[in-house]
């Protein structure tokens, strides 16, 4: 069954740094696009980022569009999420996601939390 794996959050300073991982397991990784999402308590999943199948293209959010980056290695079916400049309203649960035949699949999440 397709599985995600999350890792790589944590605790860190307003300008920091972070990278973010996503193992994924239980389908052909490299036909899909991926997508990374975070939500805080009380709002909605925000989509952050999306890369396409061969990594060529790449989309973001207009709240971090210059801060973070998104990338994969097929040849290691992870996708990760870099993430720069980090502001105190970046903290949120980041979850990796992909749509394979119109199914949704998430991961468990990983909590970032970005405090001096």
């Known amino acids: 069954q397709v599985q995600l794996v999350e890792s790589g959050g944590g605790l860190v300073q307003p300008g920091g740094s972070l990278r973010l991982s996503c193992a994924a397991s239980g389908f052909t990784f490299s036909m899909w696009p991926m997508y990374w999402y975070r939500q805080t308590p009380g709002k909605e999943r925000e989509l952050v980022a999306t890369i396409t199948t061969g990594g060529i293209r790449t989309n973001y959010a207009d709240s971090v569009k210059g801060r973070f980056a998104i990338s994969r290695d097929n040849a290691k079916n992870t996708v990760y999420l870099q993430l720069n400049s980090l502001k105190p309203e970046d903290t949120a649960v980041y979850y990796c996601?992909?749509?394979?035949?119109?199914?949704?699949?998430w991961g468990q999440g990983t909590q970032v939390t970005v405090s001096s």
């Open positions: 996601n992909t749509r394979v035949y119109r199914s949704d699949y």
